[in-house]
């Protein structure tokens, strides 16, 4: 018989390319909030090294401007890991966001799924059904030229 056409295929296939558009924005999101991860994970070692390596040893004394100094470097450390760590829940909720519109391009394509699945059993019962009306015919054909009574040949 004919062979099972989708009508609303075209839009399956732009649901299909849509989802996978989101998918590649999901991962490029994810490696944009590693990266911002890094960078903040980076800036607090920094940060903690360099108080380490400022801040006198103890019973070593220190001018007070000095002091002033360090606290200003450690205050300037801390507002760059502030500033990286801001990024960081940026770059997160884009990633939820992404993964928002993943689902959503998911559903879209799964209910377009389901649809075709159903229109292709319906086509398949329709076609099997027609299938058998054609069979039963051409047996009842049969069984009627069979009733028929063969003429006698006058040999």
Same mark, same amino acid.
């Given at each position: 018989?004919?062979?099972?056409?989708?009508?609303?295929?075209?839009?399956?296939?732009?649901?299909?390319?849509?989802?996978?558009?989101?998918? =590649?924005?999901?991962?490029?999101?994810?490696?944009?909030?590693?990266?911002?991860?890094?960078?903040?994970?980076?800036?607090?070692?920094?940060?903690?090294?360099?108080?380490?390596?400022?801040?006198?040893?103890? =019973?070593?004394? *220190?001018?007070?401007?000095?002091?002033?100094?360090?606290?200003?470097?450690?205050?300037?450390?801390?507002?760059?890991?502030?500033?990286?760590?801001?990024?960081?829940?940026?770059?997160?909720? *884009?990633?939820?966001?992404?993964? =928002?519109?993943?689902?959503?391009?998911?559903?879209?394509?799964?209910?377009?799924?389901?649809?075709?699945?159903?229109?292709?059993?319906?086509?398949?019962?329709?076609?099997?059904?027609?299938?058998?009306?054609?069979?039963?015919?051409?047996?009842?054909?049969?069984?009627?030229?069979?009733?028929?009574?063969?003429?006698?040949?006058?040999?």
């Amino acid at each position: 018989m004919s062979r099972f056409k989708f009508r609303l295929q075209r839009l399956l296939d732009l649901r299909q390319k849509r989802e996978q558009e989101a998918a =590649g924005a999901v991962a490029a999101a994810r490696n944009a909030a590693e990266a911002a991860t890094r960078r903040q994970d980076e800036l607090s070692a920094r940060r903690d090294q360099t108080r380490q390596e400022l801040l006198p040893a103890q =019973g070593e004394t *220190v001018r007070v401007g000095r002091l002033h100094e360090i606290a200003y470097l450690v205050r300037a450390l801390d507002d760059h890991v502030a500033t990286a760590q801001k990024a960081s829940q940026a770059a997160e909720r *884009v990633v939820q966001e992404k993964m =928002g519109e993943l689902s959503d391009a998911m559903r879209d394509r799964r209910v377009l799924d389901r649809l075709k699945d159903r229109r292709s059993v319906e086509w398949r019962t329709e076609d099997a059904r027609q299938e058998r009306e054609v069979m039963d015919a051409i047996a009842r054909t049969r069984f009627h030229d069979r009733k028929k009574p063969e003429p006698e040949s006058d040999a």
